[in-house]
């Protein structure tokens, strides 16, 4: 279901612009298919503290951690996020690695270390969330609540910001340093853990579970 590339070339620029805007426009179709039946999308910035080594080996570190982060919040969202029955409920994220432009964050500008630890090498992503487990006040009140929780190890600062207008600007934002060639089709990083993107069964009937809707209607939508 998420849109892959076909080649696992390191080259760069191996891949044509067509190819990489082919990409992006699947992922933006599977956001607004989330949105649309009534699914949260914030875009993500992950910053991080002073990592060793190049920047082809602070992706390996930067991807360890929000996988890290990742897993503890599936772990707060639903009770047992390992069970079928949890599956339709978890978060689903994508993560591309990313050289800092004017944040995210309204009517700021990035910070000094922003754009100084890691040369401004950070993870920034969507993420799909609902309000049909344990997580019910949407993430950015969440994450901010309990930024302790989130913020360690590695991970220096998180930014959040929801998705309020067109999905298709969030994700090639996230996505732009495709376009740029900083970044390639393999650095990116999908977490679904339990596979809820790939169910559609399970992903409707959580959402019609969550919204009372009946089943005979809820059976004629699409995902």
């Known amino acids: ?11 760069y620029g191996f891949h044509s612009t067509p190819h990489l805007q082919a990409i992006i426009d699947g992922y933006a179709k599977l956001v607004k298919e989330f949105l649309d039946i009534g699914w949260d999308g914030y875009l993500f910035s992950v910053m991080f503290h002073q990592l060793a080594g190049s920047k082809e080996t602070m992706k390996p ?10 897993n503890y919040l599936a772990t707060r969202m639903v009770r047992n996020p390992r069970s079928p029955r949890w599956a339709g409920y978890l978060p689903v994220g994508v993560f591309v690695p990313d050289f800092p432009v004017p944040k995210i964050r309204k009517s700021k500008k990035s910070t000094i270390a922003d754009v100084s630890v890691n040369d401004g090498l950070h993870m920034g992503g969507i993420v799909l969330g609902n309000r049909w487990g344990r997580v019910r006040t949407g993430l950015k009140k969440h994450l901010k609540e309990y930024e302790d929780e989130y913020v360690r190890g590695k991970i220096r600062q998180i930014y959040v910001k929801p998705i309020t207008h067109d999905p298709r600007n969030a994700v090639e934002y996230t996505f732009k340093s495709l ?8 650095d ?28 005979t209607i809820w059976a004629s939508c699409s995902l």
């Open 1 to 11: 279901m998420f849109p892959r590339a076909s080649n696992t070339d390191d080259n």
């Open 61 to 70: 570190q930067m991807k360890q951690e929000v996988e890290r982060l990742y």
């Open 179 to 186: 376009l740029r060639r900083t970044s390639t089709p393999d």
């Open 188 to 215: 990116v990083l999908v977490l679904d853990w339990g596979g809820s993107a790939h169910r559609p069964d399970v992903l409707r009937e959580a959402v019609r579970k969550a919204r009372g809707r009946d089943r």
